[in-house]
Structures are given as structure tokens and as C-alpha cells.
């Protein structure tokens, strides 16, 4: 079994993407060996409310049952704590998303410390995705900085009993983050080095590392591969692939 913990689905301004339809997304990813993904809607990056893509993603995923959906929260929007209920008793949501980078505000505030109240409360993970683009090949216009890895730390090691999941972090700052902190857990998209995933594994424990193919950002194979070709335990693999995973979010 292989579960993608990092697909996004609809529009982004600065690429075209193919899947621009859940059963062409969802035929994809079954073709590459990805029986189950998590997915966030592209859309509620720059929407003012978040919550409006959010629920058209909901919808749109309601008959494809291998796609699930990744709610995106705002906790600076007023009506944070609401949606935040109101997703939680959503049978199918098991985590939440931020993107503190995108929508501009610091991990350490009281906002963010609320949410983390709450998310500690109802033992739900929290996912932090670090960056979207690689900065390299932002458009030149719009340079948004993946989230400060000081900054995450600090907050996973504030709420130990919430589990973090950090989306699209850099070889070394992967490193970094499992290294400094005992409840943080990184995905697999943006780590790039020869031998990736047995260098990886050099440094942190597979337990602490799950796939993700930043789908339709980045090309799905090239997760698949990092897979498909490490020299590594059958154990080490299962724990990568779907294990970790399911696990954190009690599926």
C-alpha cells in the first residue's frame, strides 16, 4: 500500500495543470501505485476565506472515497474556531492544514497557540506545509519564503503532544526538524540528495518520515522512485509508504 500525504488539487496561477478533474487526479495516482491520498485545495491558498474552496474540495472528493480531503485553516480569520469545529465532526477530515508563509502570520501567536490548544484537545495532527514552490522558481513577482524552520520547532516542541507533519521541507532542514524535536514527522517531496531515501535514513529514523509527491507541483514518479529505489528494510519501507501514516491519523 502506498498513501500520499502531500496532493493538491485545483488552479494555481503559475502552472497548468493536467488533473484539473478529481477522477482524472484520482486515476493518476492509482496508476502510480498511490491507492490513497490526502488532498488540499490549491484555490483556498489565495481565497480570503479559505472555508470556500475548502467545501467545493469537499463536494468534489465526496465520490472518489480514495481521495481524502485536507481542510486549510486561516486561525487569523474570525471565524477560525468555528470552521475548525465544524471540520473536525467531518467524518472524513483527520488533520488540518496551514500555510502560515502564504497567509501571513508568525507560529507564535496567541492564535496559533489556540489552535494548538484545541488540536491537542481533540488528538488531531497538525500539517505545516513549509513551502509550495521551490523558492528558486517562484514567479519573480510573488517570492513567498518557505516557513522558518526555528519557528516550527519551537512551536512542536511548545505542544509535544501534537503531532506535526511539515510538508516540502529541504534535505537539510528535514534533518533538522526530527533531529531538534520528538513530535515532528516530514515528508518525502522535497528531499533531493544521490541515494535519497537511504541517505535520509542515515540521519533520522523511518519512523519519522512519510510519502509525499507534492502532486501536480512536482512530478508523482519521481516520489514513487525515491521508493522504488532505495536499498532499504521491508520494514523501513511499510513504515515510509503507509504505516506512519496511518497511524497518525488513526485510519
Known amino acids: 500500500m502506498l498513501i500520499d500525504i502531500n496532493v493538491s488539487f485545483g ?18 495516482l492509482k496508476k502510480e501505485g498511490i491507492s490513497m491520498a490526502f488532498v488540499s485545495s490549491i ?31 486561516n486561525p487569523f480569520l474570525s471565524n477560525w474556531k468555528e470552521l475548525f469545529e465544524e471540520y473536525v465532526a467531518y467524518k472524513k477530515i483527520k488533520t488540518i492544514k496551514i500555510l502560515p508563509n502564504y497567509h501571513n ?19 488531531i495532527p497538525l ?16 517570492k513567498i519564503k518557505g516557513v522558518e524552520i526555528e519557528e516550527i520547532i519551537k512551536l512542536a516542541n511548545h505542544f509535544p503532544q501534537v503531532p506535526v507533519i511539515c510538508l516540502c521541507p529541504y534535505f537539510s ?6 533531529k531538534e524535536t520528538e513530535n515532528i514527522y ?5 528531499v533531493e540528495c544521490l541515494d535519497t531515501i537511504v541517505t535520509l535514513l542515515k540521519e533520522i529514523p523511518a519512523r519519522r518520515v512519510l510519502f509525499g509527491s507534492h502532486t501536480p507541483f512536482l512530478y508523482t514518479r519521481s516520489a514513487v522512485m525515491k521508493i522504488k529505489s532505495a536499498d532499504i528494510s ?11 501514516v496511518w497511524d497518525l491519523l488513526k485510519l
Do not use: C
Open 11 to 28: 488552479n494555481w496561477p503559475f502552472q497548468k495543470f493536467l488533473f484539473d478533474t478529481p477522477g482524472k487526479l484520482e486515476r493518476h
Open 43 to 73: 484555490e483556498s491558498v489565495f481565497y480570503p476565506d479559505p472555508d470556500v474552496y475548502n467545501k467545493i474540495l469537499f463536494k468534489k472528493l465526496k465520490i472518489f472515497p480514495s481521495l481524502i480531503p485536507i481542510p486549510i485553516i
Open 105 to 123: 502570520y508568525s507560529l507564535s501567536s496567541e492564535s496559533v497557540n489556540e489552535m494548538m490548544e484545541k488540536l491537542k484537545e481533540r488528538k
Open 127 to 142: 500539517i505545516i506545509q513549509i513551502r509550495l514552490e521551490d523558492e528558486r522558481n517562484q514567479y519573480p513577482l510573488l
Open 173 to 178: 532542514e528535514a534533518i533538522l526538524l526530527v
Open 186 to 190: 516530514v515528508d518525502i517531496s522535497f
Open 234 to 244: 521491508e520494514k523501513d519501507i511499510q513504515a515510509i509508504t503507509f504505516k506512519n
